[in-house]
């Protein structure tokens, strides 16, 4: 080996990435090694409510100080995961809902303000969800699929791929949107705006909105006693048999399965990993019925090929810190 390439190697070895977790409410940060190791990690309030640049600042001190936290370990990339539609080839978040922006120059704003960094380490932005889907195949589950698809149940439904080991972004980096695939049209009204989109049944949004779409017809539910319902309480009731938190259960696993379905067709792939906060609480509760109703949905071999599987790298801050690691 050339004293050069040997360099190289013992840099990669040794070197580390910096992940950033742009949410609603919260920033995680990480700086993590080739193995994901967690060397140095950081949170901070993302603070939306005043205004975009402030947000910057902060996602830019944050890293800042990762990268001091770096020492002996060069610094060999940064990546960025926000909500929402994010461009990849521009560095513009075009529609993040939950942050209020829209056409915001995220990695030029980065870059300004951390061009003095040693080293120069590139910056890469992704959708949050695609995030989570490449660490879940650099770390996780995923390690060696060769498709991936990956569903966030969480507050809303997300999704994102993984093919060959690349994401799956499209046109502008807005594919896999599956939480707003409109398939009941005359089904339950979404927040996009459309009607029966799946995160309007399997999600936590979706979940309540069915507990109170149906309430009425079940007057001896034990969540007709309570007007503050929790997805605790929900999930509790339908452990214990209450025939309407079933009924939406079972419509939320029936859409899940549907969507996998879907995501079977269109890409093919050997893996679907169910992530986000409710899908792993719910998971006893949401894989069986989504299983089934997937099986149901697709063609042999897919029925029985695809994998399913919980996800098992709990943070987005990970994945994208793996955004800009040779693949
Ligand atoms: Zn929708």
Request: aromatic content about 4%.
């Amino acid at each position: 080996m050339s004293s050069e390439a040997y360099r190289e190697t013992r840099e990669l070895a040794e070197g580390s990435w910096i992940g950033v977790d742009v949410g609603g409410t919260k920033i995680d940060a990480v700086l993590i090694d080739a193995e994901a190791r967690i060397l140095a990690e950081l949170s901070a309030q993302t603070g939306a409510s005043e205004g975009e640049e402030a947000v910057v600042d902060r996602i830019a001190e944050v890293i800042r100080a990762l990268a001091d936290a770096a020492g002996e370990h060069p610094l060999l990339g940064v990546g960025v995961g926000c909500p929402g539609q994010v461009n990849a080839a521009d560095g513009v978040v075009r529609a993040a809902v939950n942050l209020s922006w829209f056409n915001v120059p995220l990695r030029d704003g980065l870059k300004k303000r951390l061009g003095s960094l040693p080293g120069a380490p590139e910056i890469q932005l992704a959708n949050d969800v695609n995030a989570l889907a490449l660490g879940e195949y650099r770390f996780g589950v995923g390690r060696g699929a060769r498709g991936l698809a990956y569903l966030a149940v969480g507050t809303g439904l997300g999704g994102g791929a993984i093919i060959d080991g690349k994401i799956v972004g499209g046109d502008n980096d807005f594919a896999m949107e599956v939480g707003h695939l409109s398939l009941r049209p005359e089904g339950r009204r979404c927040g996009c705006g459309m009607r029966g989109c799946p995160e309007s049944y399997a999600s936590g949004t979706g979940i309540l909105s069915g507990i109170w779409e149906y309430l009425g017809e079940h007057p001896d539910s034990a969540l007709n006693a309570d007007v503050t319902l929790t997805m605790p309480q929900i999930l509790k009731a339908a452990r214990a048999g209450d025939a309407l938190a079933l009924k939406v259960i079972d419509e939320a696993g029936e859409m899940l399965g549907i969507v996998m379905a879907m995501c079977a067709v269109l890409l093919n792939p050997d893996l679907i990993v169910v992530g986000g906060g409710l899908g792993k609480a719910a998971a006893d509760l949401l894989l069986p019925r989504a299983e089934a109703s997937f099986k149901t949905r697709v063609l042999y071999p897919s029925s029985e090929r695809v994998r399913v599987k919980l996800a098992s790298v709990e943070r987005a801050a990970v994945g994208a810190a793996s955004l800009t690691m040779a693949t």
